[in-house]
């Protein structure tokens, strides 16, 4: 049902995807599309998809407009890529904004080795 959309706004959203390495990115969205589908202004379509290592690795399966995103954009071998390489987290507020926040890669891996580092320093 809500595939449609997310194909109208793939092209787009490929673009912010991209520039998101430089600044966060938002999408205001129009409104009517999702009205049209049944998604009511006052309940909006607030939803956060965090895609990690290539994968989605947060719960969005109460969400019906998060999953079909989220299976659009994996579909989509371009935007596969970008999800192999990088990390990010693409959420949506109640005035149908589209939030795209880049999380390079590199930084999480050096956390998790200074997290290790100062752990193993506690436990000598």
Partial sequence: MYTQI????????KILLKRSANSD????MNVTDFERIGV???TGAKFNIQFENGRVSNIISAS???KELASTLMQDAVVKDLLAQN??????NTKFQLAIKFIARQKVE????ELVSDESMENK
């Fill in 25 to 28: 990115q938002v999408l205001d």
């Fill in 6 to 13: 997310w194909a109208k706004y793939l092209p787009i959203i």
């Fill in 110 to 113: 050096e956390e998790n080795t």
């Fill in 87 to 92: 990390d990010y987290t693409v959420s949506m």
């Fill in 40 to 42: 009511s202004r006052k």
């Fill in 64 to 66: 019906p407009l998060a």
